[in-house]
């Protein structure tokens, strides 16, 4: 079972906002993501990390930006909301396991985000 | 690079009928590949994988079996039930990437009517 963690679940917040969402995972995973999702369902990666003070740009361009400063946690901010932003949000998380590049992802439940 | 494709959905089915829900891959490694599955306003959760040629994943009553020569990964399930109903997703990760990322295909949802 995966212990993967994002709050807020739903946000609505008005345009030019700074916000702050949350992920933490409980099982020592040394990669995380970021993901965000279309409402056609479309997962866009945008922000990964290897480890502690390791960051890295995803696929897609953000304007969000990230920060690893522990290993558990991942938090994802944008200082200035839009109503482009508007989006659900995933978090995952994945370690080592039977060597390299064959890692399972875990999946946190989401953050939908809607900004007016 | 390497992608992922998936049949365009949404499916619909019956209750107790027979799932086919196709993907077909493109890599210049050896991946491994996976099926999540997404219920309503919840995140992704693992269905299944397989890591090499021929493997066969299975849970839940669902199935996929790795054909690298047809570069296809396609998920079965002999009847389905309307709990099924979701958004379905093919994956790769590959051997080489270090970052252990994975490609997405786009998505398929299944309803399944009683």
């Known amino acids: 079972e995966a212990d993967i963690y994002q709050t807020p679940r739903y946000l609505v917040i008005g345009t030019g906002k700074k916000i702050t969402l949350e992920c933490s995972q409980t099982?020592?995973?040394?990669?995380m993501y970021w993901y965000q999702q279309d409402p056609g369902m479309e997962l866009h990666l945008i922000h990964y990390s290897y480890g502690v003070n390791s960051t890295e740009k995803g696929d897609l361009s953000s304007e969000s930006t990230v920060s690893r400063i522990r290993t558990e946690h991942f938090p994802l901010t944008l200082e200035s909301a839009r109503p482009s932003h508007t989006s659900q949000y995933l978090c995952a998380s994945t370690g080592t396991s039977g060597g390299v590049g064959t890692d399972t992802q875990y999946f946190g439940p989401g953050t939908r985000l809607t900004v007016l | 690079g390497d992608s992922v494709t998936q049949m365009e959905g949404p499916v619909t089915l019956s209750e107790e009928a027979f799932l086919t829900i196709n993907c077909t891959y493109t890599?210049?490694?050896?991946?491994?590949l996976f099926w999540y599955v997404q219920y309503p306003g919840e995140g992704l959760q693992l269905l299944l994988k397989a890591t090499k040629a021929d493997d066969k994943g299975s849970n839940k009553g669902f199935e996929a079996t790795y054909r690298k020569e047809t570069t296809s990964f396609h998920l079965e399930k002999g009847s389905v039930q309307v709990s099924d109903s979701a958004v379905y997703f093919c994956?790769?990760?590959?051997?080489?990437?270090?970052?252990?990322?994975?490609?997405f295909g786009q998505g398929t949802e299944l309803s399944v009517k009683p």
């Open positions: 994956a790769l990760s590959d051997r080489g990437n270090q970052g252990g990322k994975l490609i």
């Open positions: 099982m020592g995973h040394d990669k």
């Open positions: 890599a210049t490694g050896y991946p491994s």
